[in-house]
């Protein structure tokens, strides 16, 4: 009998009242409802998806603010996955990958080729890449394809079971010959930052540095886009490259006005129905690839992160 339980009867007891144990249990319950938080409208749930580090991290967040969730600081949780990166084998193309349904293209561009989700072909997006090093993003498995919940009568459906992991089957894949996660943080407690401005930490802004000064030395942003609110920072080691980081400078379009998506086509009478911009139509990484030893700068360009989302 666990200590609420005990303390209860106890209670009813001394006092010679079932109606007092109903009084508590009420409470209790109450109490739960009001420390889960308010529960969001449908638009809200939705624009909670365009959080800067992606689908991963609950809430909405302004610049500059620390990535805690349920208690804990950013350094006691794992950073969430951004992208998932891959080489190329020899020989083999990303039209390989995208004939087995895959989404793949190249991970660094020139901003006219950025991929906005939705509005060009899969296999033209693949058959543009000329380069070995790509983004890949894997379709979601349904889940009637991974196992299909039984229900009955007073029986309740269980949790749909979530999709393995792409990246172990793209392991075995052959047109690659390496892949994996691009990571929100770096996992260098030296260079691991808890704050979209990196400010917090010396050893993110010593390679910050030099890669702010060639995205702006190229030409790919601007003073005034870095100095703007919504921009922010993120560094995490280069998957591909051993000794590399992934310095990206996210820049962010508003997907609402006040509650009204950007792209609802009367936004004088807004509808729940209206669509939702998607995240790669949102937000743009501008990239720097950076020797961790040297700080020197490797390549500098558009990032394709958000393929797919």
Same mark, same amino acid.
């Given at each position: 009998?666990?200590?609420?339980?005990?303390?209860?009867?106890?209670?009813?007891?001394?006092?010679?009242?079932?109606?007092?144990?109903?009084?508590?249990?009420?409470?209790?319950?109450?109490?739960?409802?009001?420390?889960?938080?308010?529960?969001?409208?449908?638009?809200?749930?939705?624009?909670?998806?365009?959080?800067?580090?992606?689908?991963?991290?609950?809430?909405?967040?302004?610049?500059?603010?620390?990535?805690?969730?349920?208690?804990?600081?950013?350094?006691?949780?794992?950073?969430?996955?951004?992208?998932?990166?891959?080489?190329?084998?020899?020989?083999?193309?990303?039209?390989?990958?995208?004939?087995?349904?895959?989404?793949?293209?190249?991970?660094?561009?020139?901003?006219? %080729?950025?991929?906005?989700?939705?509005?060009?072909? !899969?296999? =033209? #997006? +693949? &058959?543009?890449?000329?380069?070995? /090093? $790509?983004?890949?993003?894997?379709?979601?498995?349904?889940?009637?394809?991974?196992?299909?919940?039984?229900?009955?009568?007073?029986?309740?459906?269980?949790?749909?079971?979530?999709?393995?992991?792409?990246?172990?089957?793209?392991?075995?894949?052959?047109?690659?010959?390496?892949?994996?996660?691009?990571?929100?943080?770096?996992?260098?407690?030296?260079?691991?930052?808890?704050?979209?401005?990196?400010? %917090?930490?010396?050893?993110?802004?010593?390679?910050? !540095?030099? =890669? #702010? +000064? &060639?995205?702006?030395?190229?030409? /790919? $942003?601007?003073?005034?886009?870095?100095?703007?609110?919504?921009?922010?920072?993120?560094?995490?080691?280069?998957?591909?490259?051993?000794?590399?980081?992934?310095?990206?400078?996210?820049?962010?379009?508003?997907?609402?006005?006040?509650?009204?998506?950007?792209?609802?086509?009367?936004?004088?009478?807004?509808?729940?129905?209206?669509?939702?911009?998607?995240?790669?139509?949102?937000?743009?990484?501008?990239?720097?690839?950076?020797?961790?030893?040297?700080?020197?700068?490797?390549?500098?360009?558009?990032?394709?992160?958000? /393929?797919?989302?």
């Amino acid at each position: 009998m666990n200590r609420l339980t005990w303390a209860t009867k106890a209670f009813a007891v001394r006092r010679g009242g079932p109606i007092l144990i109903v009084v508590i249990a009420a409470a209790v319950l109450v109490a739960q409802q009001v420390s889960a938080g308010p529960q969001l409208s449908a638009p809200h749930r939705r624009r909670q998806l365009l959080a800067p580090f992606g689908h991963r991290q609950r809430g909405r967040h302004r610049a500059g603010e620390l990535l805690g969730a349920a208690g804990r600081t950013c350094a006691q949780q794992s950073p969430a996955p951004v992208a998932l990166l891959g080489r190329l084998a020899p020989g083999h193309s990303a039209a390989e990958l995208s004939a087995t349904g895959y989404d793949v293209a190249a991970l660094m561009v020139p901003r006219q %080729d950025m991929v906005i989700t939705g509005t060009v072909a !899969r296999a =033209a #997006v +693949a &058959a543009a890449v000329t380069g070995p /090093l $790509v983004v890949i993003h894997a379709p979601v498995t349904p889940v009637s394809a991974v196992q299909q919940p039984v229900t009955g009568a007073g029986v309740q459906a269980p949790e749909a079971p979530m999709p393995p992991d792409p990246v172990f089957a793209l392991r075995r894949n052959p047109a690659l010959q390496a892949t994996g996660y691009l990571y929100a943080q770096s996992s260098d407690p030296n260079l691991r930052s808890c704050n979209y401005q990196l400010t %917090d930490s010396p050893g993110a802004q010593a390679l910050l !540095r030099p =890669a #702010v +000064a &060639a995205l702006l030395a190229q030409g /790919l $942003v601007t003073q005034a886009q870095l100095d703007a609110g919504s921009t922010t920072y993120m560094i995490g080691e280069d998957p591909l490259e051993s000794g590399h980081e992934l310095i990206t400078v996210l820049l962010a379009k508003p997907a609402y006005v006040g509650d009204v998506s950007v792209l609802s086509p009367d936004p004088a009478h807004p509808s729940p129905s209206d669509p939702v911009p998607s995240v790669s139509q949102t937000l743009t990484p501008v990239v720097a690839s950076v020797d961790r030893a040297t700080g020197q700068v490797e390549s500098v360009g558009y990032g394709n992160w958000y /393929l797919g989302q």
